[in-house]
């Protein structure tokens, strides 16, 4: 659950390779409240961000609390120290997905997440810059942000994600960012 959908479509591809199932992925706080309402469609955990606008991840966790304490809610936050919240977990937002496989295993005293760790990383193809390029994006830095950071033009940026793309072999620069997330080289 993310207000933002490139963040919420990240979560939701970095848990492919794990043992957690993704049901859904959404931008609304509403739709996820509505999708949890339904028993095949409710989640033994949630994954929510905190600050979004009309129902925050707080709220949220509290309707869920009330009315459905069974589920697990682990929120994250740019400012996670910032939240004191009885019976919330709060991660940072770069936290790994193997670091969320795990205090999920926690949350749930499920042993074979809290034991998972990725296959084994494959050899990184990517040159510096490629690398570089996918790490600001996966930080949310805009093209021109990127620009100026590595003192290259638009068109440079747009090469390095094209040739780091063609060699991951993937069609989206989310999908490099979470190949390159999931083999912990960013």
Request: with cysteine; net charge negative; charged share 20%.
């Amino acid at each position: 659950m993310d207000n933002d959908p490139l963040v919420a479509n990240f979560l939701a591809h970095g848990f492919l390779s794990t043992p957690l199932d993704t049901l859904w992925a959404l931008t609304d706080a509403e739709q996820a409240w509505i999708r949890c309402e339904t028993d095949r469609s409710r989640p033994r955990i949630l994954l929510t961000d905190i600050e979004m606008p009309s129902m925050n991840g707080r709220e949220l966790f509290h309707r869920l609390h009330s009315h459905y304490p069974e589920i697990v809610v682990i929120g994250i936050s740019a400012f996670p120290d910032s939240i004191k919240e009885a019976g919330l977990v709060v991660l940072p937002k770069e936290s790994r997905i193997e670091e969320i496989v795990h205090l999920a295993g926690m949350l749930l005293h499920d042993d074979s997440l809290t034991c998972w760790f990725p296959q084994c990383p494959h050899v990184n193809p990517l040159s510096a810059n490629e690398l570089q390029v996918l790490d600001y994006y996966a930080q949310g830095k805009t093209t021109l942000a990127i620009c100026h950071l590595m003192n290259v033009a638009e068109s440079s940026v747009k090469t390095f994600v094209k040739r780091a793309c063609k060699k991951l072999n993937v069609h989206s620069r989310t999908e490099a960012i979470v190949m390159c997330v999931r083999n912990n080289w960013i």
